[in-house]
């Protein structure tokens, strides 16, 4: 079963930049996608973006044209390009990786959007 080590969390201002990164250790079979998950206390766990094993992409509306999935297959590692971060963005963000039977979720971390 993979593993993660989530990193790039932070304290940033509102309209700044952080780059989260999610690498890999182990193995998922059969994986389908990767993705980026956020949860704010009391709300429920959300999706933020997926990349799909064809490459492809998907966002929360949310976090369109601001936010940005990709990957590195060589070094199994995921990344979350946040730009121009709203206060709204605070959140625990957890990688996951999904396949047929459910997926791995990374331990999260926290970012948190303020002046």
């Known amino acids: 079963q993979v593993q993660f080590v989530e990193s790039g969390g932070g304290l940033v201002q509102p309209g700044g930049s952080l780059r989260l990164s999610c690498a890999a250790s182990?193995?998922?079979?059969?994986?389908?996608?990767m993705g980026w998950y956020r949860q704010a206390p009391g709300k429920e766990r959300e999706l933020v973006a997926n990349?799909?094993?064809?490459?492809?992409?998907n966002y929360a509306d949310s976090v369109k044209g601001r936010f940005t999935i990709s990957r590195d297959n060589a070094k199994i590692t995921v990344y979350l390009q946040m730009n121009s971060l709203k206060p709204d963005d605070t959140a625990v963000y957890y990688c996951?990786?999904?396949?047929?039977?459910?997926?791995?979720w990374g331990q999260g971390t926290q970012v948190t959007v303020s002046s």
């Open positions: 996951k990786a999904i396949n047929l039977r459910g997926g791995s």
């Open positions: 990349i799909f094993v064809d490459g492809r992409t």
């Open positions: 182990g193995s998922i079979f059969r994986l389908l996608a």
